[in-house]
Protein backbone atom coordinates (compact mmCIF):
# COMPACT_ATOMS: atom_id res chain seq x y z
CA UNK A 1 0.00 0.00 0.00
CA UNK A 2 2.67 2.45 0.78
CA UNK A 3 4.83 1.47 -1.90
CA UNK A 4 1.82 2.24 -4.37
CA UNK A 5 0.54 5.66 -3.33
CA UNK A 6 3.86 7.32 -4.75
CA UNK A 7 3.56 5.33 -7.72
CA UNK A 8 0.07 6.30 -8.37
CA UNK A 9 0.68 9.80 -7.23
CA UNK A 10 3.18 10.06 -9.99
CA UNK A 11 1.39 8.28 -12.54
CA UNK A 12 -1.22 11.07 -12.05
CA UNK A 13 1.28 14.00 -12.21
CA UNK A 14 2.54 12.19 -15.76
CA UNK A 15 -0.76 12.04 -17.50
CA UNK A 16 -1.82 15.98 -16.39
CA UNK A 17 2.04 17.07 -17.51
CA UNK A 18 1.54 15.54 -20.79
CA UNK A 19 -1.92 17.10 -21.67
CA UNK A 20 -1.86 20.33 -19.76
CA UNK A 21 -2.29 23.37 -21.11
CA UNK A 22 0.77 26.09 -21.00
CA UNK A 23 -1.03 28.40 -18.68
CA UNK A 24 -0.91 24.78 -15.87
CA UNK A 25 2.55 24.10 -16.92
CA UNK A 26 4.68 25.75 -14.04
CA UNK A 27 4.46 23.69 -11.29
CA UNK A 28 5.58 20.06 -13.44
CA UNK A 29 8.82 22.30 -14.04
CA UNK A 30 9.74 22.02 -10.64
CA UNK A 31 9.04 18.03 -10.74
CA UNK A 32 12.20 15.75 -9.80
CA UNK A 33 10.16 12.12 -10.96
CA UNK A 34 11.48 11.29 -14.09
CA UNK A 35 8.20 9.88 -15.20
CA UNK A 36 6.72 12.89 -14.85
CA UNK A 37 9.52 14.91 -16.60
CA UNK A 38 9.28 12.70 -19.55
CA UNK A 39 5.45 13.69 -19.61
CA UNK A 40 6.07 16.98 -19.98
CA UNK A 41 8.88 17.09 -22.47
CA UNK A 42 5.57 15.24 -24.83
CA UNK A 43 3.72 18.02 -24.02
CA UNK A 44 2.55 19.08 -27.83
CA UNK A 45 1.38 22.62 -26.07
CA UNK A 46 5.27 23.32 -24.91
CA UNK A 47 6.59 26.09 -26.91
CA UNK A 48 10.29 27.09 -27.71
CA UNK A 49 10.72 29.50 -24.38
CA UNK A 50 9.11 26.09 -22.24
CA UNK A 51 11.35 23.60 -24.24
CA UNK A 52 14.38 26.29 -23.13
CA UNK A 53 13.03 26.95 -19.40
CA UNK A 54 13.47 22.70 -19.31
CA UNK A 55 16.91 22.50 -20.50
CA UNK A 56 18.08 24.96 -18.19
CA UNK A 57 17.85 22.00 -15.63
CA UNK A 58 21.03 20.18 -15.96
CA UNK A 59 20.05 17.44 -14.45
CA UNK A 60 17.42 15.96 -16.73
CA UNK A 61 17.73 12.39 -17.01
CA UNK A 62 18.69 11.06 -20.80
CA UNK A 63 15.19 10.10 -21.68
CA UNK A 64 13.86 13.56 -20.92
CA UNK A 65 16.75 14.96 -23.07
CA UNK A 66 15.19 12.33 -25.79
CA UNK A 67 11.46 13.00 -25.76
CA UNK A 68 13.13 17.06 -25.67
CA UNK A 69 14.91 16.56 -29.19
CA UNK A 70 11.64 14.88 -30.50
CA UNK A 71 9.14 17.27 -29.84
CA UNK A 72 8.08 19.29 -32.77
CA UNK A 73 9.12 22.83 -31.13
CA UNK A 74 12.81 21.56 -30.77
CA UNK A 75 13.08 20.43 -34.59
CA UNK A 76 12.15 23.84 -35.98
CA UNK A 77 14.02 25.62 -33.14
CA UNK A 78 17.48 26.34 -33.43
CA UNK A 79 17.60 27.92 -30.33
CA UNK A 80 16.80 24.49 -28.66
CA UNK A 81 19.28 22.58 -30.98
CA UNK A 82 22.20 24.32 -29.36
CA UNK A 83 20.78 24.72 -25.92
CA UNK A 84 20.91 20.38 -26.35
CA UNK A 85 24.02 20.33 -27.65
CA UNK A 86 25.08 22.37 -24.46
CA UNK A 87 23.19 20.55 -22.19
CA UNK A 88 25.77 18.05 -19.87
CA UNK A 89 23.71 14.90 -20.53
CA UNK A 90 22.12 14.69 -23.91
CA UNK A 91 22.92 11.74 -25.11
CA UNK A 92 25.86 11.13 -27.73
CA UNK A 93 23.34 10.21 -30.68
CA UNK A 94 21.31 13.27 -30.35
CA UNK A 95 24.24 15.71 -29.56
CA UNK A 96 26.83 14.72 -32.25
CA UNK A 97 24.37 14.81 -35.37
CA UNK A 98 23.55 18.04 -33.79
CA UNK A 99 26.64 20.02 -34.19
CA UNK A 100 26.46 19.94 -37.95
CA UNK A 101 23.98 22.76 -38.35
CA UNK A 102 25.41 24.68 -35.69
CA UNK A 103 26.81 28.51 -36.48
CA UNK A 104 30.49 28.53 -36.07
CA UNK A 105 30.38 30.56 -33.09
CA UNK A 106 27.45 28.75 -31.43
CA UNK A 107 29.92 25.44 -32.26
CA UNK A 108 32.74 27.46 -29.81
CA UNK A 109 30.19 28.34 -27.21
CA UNK A 110 29.58 24.34 -26.76
CA UNK A 111 33.41 23.38 -26.73
CA UNK A 112 34.33 26.10 -24.04
CA UNK A 113 31.01 25.11 -22.05
CA UNK A 114 32.70 23.70 -19.22
CA UNK A 115 30.35 20.41 -18.46
CA UNK A 116 30.01 19.45 -21.66
CA UNK A 117 31.53 15.81 -22.34
CA UNK A 118 35.21 15.72 -23.75
CA UNK A 119 33.91 13.85 -26.85
CA UNK A 120 31.85 15.69 -27.99
CA UNK A 121 33.70 18.99 -27.49
CA UNK A 122 36.21 17.24 -30.07
CA UNK A 123 33.43 16.58 -32.35
CA UNK A 124 32.60 20.13 -32.00
CA UNK A 125 36.32 21.28 -32.94
CA UNK A 126 36.34 19.58 -35.99
CA UNK A 127 33.44 20.77 -37.08
CA UNK A 128 34.78 24.37 -36.43
CA UNK A 129 38.10 23.38 -38.45
CA UNK A 130 36.03 22.18 -41.40
CA UNK A 131 33.61 25.31 -41.34
CA UNK A 132 36.51 28.03 -40.79
CA UNK A 133 38.22 26.64 -44.21
CA UNK A 134 35.46 29.06 -46.21
CA UNK A 135 35.01 31.51 -43.16
CA UNK A 136 36.03 35.12 -43.54
CA UNK A 137 39.52 36.25 -43.00
CA UNK A 138 37.87 38.48 -39.86
CA UNK A 139 35.84 35.62 -38.21
CA UNK A 140 39.36 33.52 -38.45
CA UNK A 141 41.35 36.07 -36.71
CA UNK A 142 38.30 36.25 -34.20
CA UNK A 143 38.18 32.43 -33.87
CA UNK A 144 42.51 31.94 -33.60
CA UNK A 145 41.68 34.12 -30.67
CA UNK A 146 39.04 32.83 -29.04
CA UNK A 147 38.91 29.22 -29.90
CA UNK A 148 40.17 26.29 -28.03
CA UNK A 149 44.07 25.55 -28.19
CA UNK A 150 42.70 22.30 -30.35
CA UNK A 151 41.03 24.76 -32.50
CA UNK A 152 43.96 27.81 -32.43
CA UNK A 153 46.60 24.73 -33.36
CA UNK A 154 44.41 23.55 -36.64
CA UNK A 155 44.30 27.22 -37.88
CA UNK A 156 48.30 27.05 -37.94
CA UNK A 157 48.14 25.57 -41.18
CA UNK A 158 47.53 29.37 -42.41
CA UNK A 159 50.00 31.39 -44.48
CA UNK A 160 47.92 34.96 -42.84
CA UNK A 161 50.69 36.17 -40.35
CA UNK A 162 47.56 37.65 -38.57
CA UNK A 163 45.95 34.69 -37.99
CA UNK A 164 49.30 32.92 -37.22
CA UNK A 165 50.11 36.18 -34.66
CA UNK A 166 46.21 35.32 -33.09
CA UNK A 167 46.62 31.65 -32.77
CA UNK A 168 50.31 32.14 -30.83
CA UNK A 169 48.72 34.38 -28.82
CA UNK A 170 45.73 32.53 -27.58
CA UNK A 171 45.54 31.89 -24.08
CA UNK A 172 44.60 28.10 -24.40
CA UNK A 173 47.29 26.78 -26.62
CA UNK A 174 49.43 24.58 -24.96
CA UNK A 175 53.43 24.02 -25.71
CA UNK A 176 52.51 20.68 -26.10
CA UNK A 177 49.73 21.46 -29.10
CA UNK A 178 52.84 23.72 -30.58
CA UNK A 179 55.37 20.88 -30.57
CA UNK A 180 52.76 18.66 -32.45
CA UNK A 181 52.37 21.68 -34.51
CA UNK A 182 55.86 21.70 -35.59
CA UNK A 183 56.41 17.95 -36.17
CA UNK A 184 53.60 18.59 -39.12
CA UNK A 185 54.74 17.79 -42.51
CA UNK A 186 54.66 20.51 -45.25
CA UNK A 187 54.42 22.88 -41.87
CA UNK A 188 54.32 26.61 -43.84
CA UNK A 189 57.71 28.19 -43.42
CA UNK A 190 55.98 31.18 -42.07
CA UNK A 191 54.15 29.52 -39.39
CA UNK A 192 58.04 28.06 -37.97
CA UNK A 193 59.64 31.58 -37.92
CA UNK A 194 56.78 33.05 -36.30
CA UNK A 195 57.14 30.49 -33.67
CA UNK A 196 60.43 30.57 -33.04
CA UNK A 197 60.59 34.56 -32.32
CA UNK A 198 57.32 34.03 -30.16
CA UNK A 199 58.32 35.42 -26.69
CA UNK A 200 56.01 32.55 -24.94
CA UNK A 201 56.72 29.70 -27.46
CA UNK A 202 60.30 30.20 -28.07
CA UNK A 203 61.91 30.20 -24.77
CA UNK A 204 60.34 26.94 -24.12
CA UNK A 205 63.32 23.93 -23.90
CA UNK A 206 61.48 21.56 -25.54
CA UNK A 207 60.01 24.12 -28.28
CA UNK A 208 63.57 24.95 -28.80
CA UNK A 209 64.21 21.36 -30.12
CA UNK A 210 61.17 21.01 -32.15
CA UNK A 211 62.34 23.72 -33.70
CA UNK A 212 65.76 22.92 -34.37
CA UNK A 213 64.67 19.75 -35.61
CA UNK A 214 62.35 21.29 -38.14
CA UNK A 215 63.65 21.77 -41.81
CA UNK A 216 61.59 24.85 -42.31
CA UNK A 217 63.40 26.84 -39.21
CA UNK A 218 66.58 29.19 -40.45
CA UNK A 219 69.94 28.23 -40.03
CA UNK A 220 70.40 31.71 -38.09
CA UNK A 221 67.94 30.53 -35.70
CA UNK A 222 68.61 27.42 -35.18
CA UNK A 223 71.90 27.97 -34.05
CA UNK A 224 71.00 30.54 -31.72
CA UNK A 225 68.49 27.89 -30.06
CA UNK A 226 71.75 25.22 -29.80
CA UNK A 227 74.11 26.91 -27.18
CA UNK A 228 71.24 26.32 -24.58
CA UNK A 229 70.86 22.89 -25.78
CA UNK A 230 72.33 19.41 -24.17
CA UNK A 231 74.87 17.64 -25.96
CA UNK A 232 73.03 14.90 -25.73
CA UNK A 233 69.82 16.36 -26.92
CA UNK A 234 71.59 17.39 -29.97
CA UNK A 235 72.98 14.10 -30.96
CA UNK A 236 69.49 12.81 -30.90
CA UNK A 237 68.38 15.81 -32.62
CA UNK A 238 70.96 15.00 -35.29
CA UNK A 239 69.12 11.25 -36.10
CA UNK A 240 66.61 12.80 -37.46
CA UNK A 241 66.64 12.41 -41.66
CA UNK A 242 64.76 15.66 -41.92
CA UNK A 243 67.84 17.63 -40.25
CA UNK A 244 68.98 19.71 -42.76
CA UNK A 245 72.72 18.74 -43.58
CA UNK A 246 74.19 22.65 -42.92
CA UNK A 247 72.24 22.37 -39.14
CA UNK A 248 73.74 19.21 -38.66
CA UNK A 249 77.54 19.98 -39.14
CA UNK A 250 76.96 22.91 -36.80
CA UNK A 251 75.49 21.18 -34.62
CA UNK A 252 78.26 18.36 -34.53
CA UNK A 253 80.83 21.21 -34.93
CA UNK A 254 79.37 23.04 -31.67
CA UNK A 255 78.99 19.79 -29.73
CA UNK A 256 82.74 19.05 -30.44
CA UNK A 257 83.88 22.37 -29.33
CA UNK A 258 81.80 22.22 -26.19
CA UNK A 259 83.24 18.76 -25.16
CA UNK A 260 86.48 20.56 -25.25
CA UNK A 261 85.59 23.33 -23.10
CA UNK A 262 86.82 21.91 -19.13
CA UNK A 263 84.59 22.28 -16.44
CA UNK A 264 81.69 23.49 -19.07
CA UNK A 265 78.18 21.63 -18.40
CA UNK A 266 77.20 20.00 -21.70
Known sequence: MGTSEPNSRFAELAAKAAEAPRHL???FFKESAKE???????NPHLLEHDLLR???????????????????????????KLALARHPRTPRLISLPILKFLYLFDLLRVVHTPAVPADVKMAAEENILKKSETAPRGEKITLARRASGRVAAGLLSS?????IQASLDNPFLTEALVIRVLARENLPR??????ALHPRWSSRYQVRLALIRNPATSFDQAAEFVANITIKDLQDICLDRRMPEPVRKF?????????RV???II
Do not use: Q
Open 25 to 27: LDP
Open 36 to 42: VLVALAR
Open 54 to 80: LLERKDLPGEVLREISAHKEATRNYSV
Open 159 to 163: EDREI
Open 190 to 195: VVVGMI
Open 251 to 259: IEAHCAERR
Open 262 to 264: PGR
